[in-house]
C-alpha cells in the first residue's frame, strides 16, 4: 500500500472518528447535566421572590384567601371522613389539618410557582385507604409501612428533579388535562352523594326523616351557591356588588347553611350529622403516642422493601397530580407574567412528602380544582368580564395554610366540629357542578347535542370534520371512563397507571389528527414561557447554564 493511499485511508479512518465523536458530543449537550432544570428554575424565580409579597398588597387578595381557605379546608374534612372510617380511625380531621397546613405555607413561602394550592386530594385519601386494605392481612404497623412508602416516594422526587425527568411534562397537553379535571369533578359530585347517604342512618339506626331534611338542606346550597358565584354574569347591582358576591359566596353559604339547621321549629327534631373531633393538636389514633407526632415504628425488612413499589406508585400519581395542578393554574387564559417552576417544585413535593411519612399525615399535593380557581379568584376584569391581569403572590396561599394550622386550636375544631355533612355535601355539588360547567370535555359534548344552525359561527369547533371530532371526544370520554371505573374497583391503587396512559395515548394523536386540528383539540396547556424549561429546546440551553 503505498503512502497516500495509507494517508487517504489514515484521513478516512480519523474522520469516521471525528464525526462519531461529535454524534456523541451533540448527544450529551442535549442530556442537561444533574441540576440544570432546578438551577435554571431557581434564576428564573429568584428575582421576583420579593415582589411576589409586595404585590400581595391588592384588594383581590382578600377575597382569594377566604374562598382558597374554604375550598381546601371542608373537602379536605370530608376526605378524612373517608380515611378515618377505612384506616379503623388511623386518620383524622387533625392529620388532614396538618397536611394541608404544611402543604400550604411551604409552597406559599418557598415554592417557585405559589399559585398552586397543595392539599389533601381523593386520589391520595383512596391510596391511602387502599394501601390499608392491602397489608391489613400482614399483620404489620401501618404507619411504618407508610413512613417508608413515603421516603421511597420522597427520593423518587428528587431522583426526577435533579436528573431533570420534570422535562417530560412537555408532553402533557390538554387531553389529559381535561380528562383528570372531569374525573376530580364528577368525583366530588360522588363524594357528596357519598355522604348524603351516610345521613339515613345514624349509630346503626335507620333516619329517613334525617336524610331527606340532609338532602334538602345540601340541594338548596348547591343552588344558592351556584347562584350567587354566577353573579357576575347577570345585569342586577353594579359590577362592584355582583364581583363582592361571587367572591364571598362560598364563605356565606358555609356560614348560612351551617347556621340554618339552628333555626329552630321541626328543624330541632332532625338529626343532623357533625363532623367528628379529637383533642387539638393530637394525632387521632390511640395507637399512636399522643405526646408526639413522629409517626415511625419498626417493620420487617421485607416489608420495607414490599413499601418500595407502593412508592414509586405514589410518585408516578404526584408526578402527574401535582404538575398538572400547577399546568392547570398557570392556563394561558390567566394572562401570567412572572417565571414558572416544575423542577425545583417537585424536589420541594419530595421534602414534603417525606415529612408527611415522618408526622404520620397523609402527604400533600396539588389540588385540582382548587389550584386554577385560586387563580381565577386573583383575575381582575374589566367591566366586559375580560382578564386584564392576575394578582402573582404568596400571601393567598401562605395565608391559607396558616389559617388551616389554626384550625386545630380547640375553639376553632369546636366550630368545625359544628358544621353538618350536608353542608360538605352541598360544597362538593358547587365545586364539582362549577367545574362541569367549564371542563372541555362538557363543553363538546353540549356542542355535539347542539342543533347544528344554532351552533356559536365563531367556535373552531366548527372547523372539526365530524368524524374527527366524534373520534377526539370517544377518546376523551374513554379515558375519563378508565380513570372512574378503576377508582371503584380493588385495583384503586393502580389509578396513577391509567393517568400515565392517557399521557401516552395523546402521543399519538399526530398520527390520527393534523396539526390544525390538533391546535384546537389538544393544544399547549400553558403559554411558552411558562412551560419553556420543559421543552426540549431548552435542554441545550439547561446544559450550558451547568456547565
Known amino acids: 500500500m503505498s503512502k497516500s493511499e495509507e494517508t487517504t485511508d489514515g484521513e478516512k479512518s480519523g474522520y469516521k472518528v471525528d464525526e462519531a465523536a461529535k454524534r456523541r458530543w451533540r448527544l450529551a449537550r442535549l442530556i442537561p447535566r444533574p441540576f440544570a432544570g432546578i438551577v435554571q428554575d431557581l434564576k428564573d424565580r429568584a428575582p421576583t421572590y420579593w415582589s411576589d409579597w409586595t404585590d400581595s398588597w391588592d384588594y383581590r387578595v382578600l377575597p382569594s384567601v377566604v374562598e382558597t381557605f374554604f375550598n381546601n379546608l371542608l373537602p379536605a374534612i370530608a376526605f378524612a371522613l373517608d380515611m378515618f372510617d377505612r384506616t379503623d380511625h388511623s386518620y383524622g380531621v387533625n392529620e388532614v389539618l396538618l397536611a394541608s397546613a404544611l402543604g400550604g405555607v411551604v409552597f406559599g413561602a418557598l415554592a417557585g410557582q405559589p399559585l398552586c394550592i397543595v392539599g389533601v386530594t381523593g386520589p391520595i385519601s383512596i391510596f391511602n385507604y387502599t394501601i390499608y386494605e392491602v397489608i391489613k392481612p400482614l399483620q404489620t404497623s401501618y404507619f411504618g409501612f407508610m413512613f417508608w412508602v413515603c421516603i421511597w416516594s420522597m427520593i423518587f422526587h428528587f431522583l426526577l428533579a435533579v436528573f431533570n425527568a420534570v422535562c417530560l411534562l412537555q408532553y402533557v397537553s390538554t387531553y389529559p388535562c381535561d380528562i383528570f379535571g372531569l374525573f376530580i369533578n364528577v368525583v366530588y359530585v360522588q363524594k357528596g352523594i357519598q355522604i348524603l347517604s351516610r345521613q339515613f342512618n345514624y349509630e346503626g339506626t335507620e333516619d329517613i326523616t334525617a336524610g331527606y331534611a340532609n338532602v334538602v338542606v345540601a340541594l338548596l346550597m348547591t343552588i344558592f351557591g351556584l347562584s350567587a358565584k354566577m353573579a357576575v354574569r347577570t345585569p342586577f347591582f353594579n359590577q362592584k356588588i355582583r364581583i363582592f358576591i361571587s367572591d364571598y359566596s362560598t364563605a356565606l353559604s358555609v356560614v348560612f347553611w351551617s347556621g340554618f339547621t339552628h333555626f329552630g321549629g321541626y328543624l330541632n327534631d332532625v338529626n343532623f350529622q357533625k363532623l367528628p373531633i379529637t383533642e387539638s393538636f393530637h394525632p387521632t389514633s390511640d395507637l399512636r403516642d399522643r405526646a ?63 415529612v408527611s411519612g415522618v408526622l404520620g399525615i397523609p402527604a400533600p399535593n396539588g389540588l385540582i380544582p382548587q389550584a386554577p380557581l385560586h387563580t381565577e379568584t386573583l383575575l381582575v376584569h374589566d367591566e366586559n368580564g375580560n382578564v386584564i391581569r392576575c394578582v402573582e403572590q404568596r400571601f393567598t396561599n401562605t395565608a391559607q395554610g396558616l389559617l388551616t394550622l389554626v384550625m386545630m386550636s380547640r375553639p376553632l375544631l369546636v366550630c368545625l366540629g359544628e358544621i353538618p355533612q350536608a353542608v360538605l355535601s352541598g360544597l362538593f355539588f358547587i365545586m364539582g357542578l362549577n367545574g362541569l360547567l367549564t371542563n372541555a370535555i362538557v363543553e363538546r359534548i353540549c356542542y355535539m347535542i347542539t342543533e347544528p344552525s344554532k351552533r356559536d359561527p365563531t367556535l373552531h369547533l366548527n372547523e372539526i370534520p365530524l368524524r374527527k371530532f366524534l373520534l377526539f371526544l370517544a377518546l376523551s370520554l374513554a379515558g375519563f371512563a378508565a380513570e372512574f371505573a378503576i377508582t371503584n374497583t380493588v385495583g384503586a391503587i393502580g389509578f396513577p397507571l391509567v393517568l400515565l396512559l392517557t399521557v401516552i395515548v395523546s402521543l399519538f394523536f399526530p398520527r390520527w389528527f393534523s396539526s390544525d386540528q390538533l391546535s384546537i383539540l389538544d393544544a399547549d396547556v400553558a403559554e411558552e414561557y411558562t412551560l419553556k424549561n420543559l421543552k426540549a429546546s431548552s435542554l441545550k440551553k439547561l446544559q450550558e447554564i451547568s456547565t
Open 292 to 354: 408526639t407526632w413522629l409517626a415511625y415504628e419498626k417493620i420487617p425488612t421485607k416489608d420495607i422493601f414490599i413499601a418500595l413499589p407502593f412508592g414509586i406508585i405514589l410518585t408516578i400519581l404526584f408526578y402527574f397530580d401535582h404538575n398538572v395542578s400547577s399546568l392547570m393554574a398557570q392556563r394561558s387564559q390567566y394572562k401570567l407574567a412572572k417565571a414558572s417552576t416544575f423542577h425545583y417544585d417537585f424536589a420541594l413535593l419530595g421534602v414534603t412528602t417525606g
